[in-house]
């Protein structure tokens, strides 16, 4: 799973954690995790976060909680 975020405070975030859970009809099948590091006011990062298939393809996502230090 890829997408972009953005810092949009002013402060340096030191490390980001944003977990997900992987939906298939409706169904939760499997959760998951980016990580970024360093991230200045305003910079954009990739979010790469890992899906297993094993359990099929999520047909949707959703964003569960988001750690900022």
Do not use: C, H, Y
């Not at 405070?9 to 944003?18: A, Q």
């Not at 990739?46 to 900022?68: H, M, Q, R, T, W």
């Amino acid at each position: 799973m890829t997408g972009l975020g953005r810092n949009k405070s002013d402060k340096v975030i030191t490390t980001n954690f944003v977990k997900f859970n992987l939906l298939q009809n409706g169904i939760i099948t499997d959760s998951t995790i980016d990580t970024a590091s360093g991230i200045k006011p305003n910079q954009q990062w990739k979010i790469f976060a890992p899906v297993n298939v094993i359990n099929g393809k999520p047909d949707e996502f959703e964003v569960i909680d988001i750690l900022s230090r």
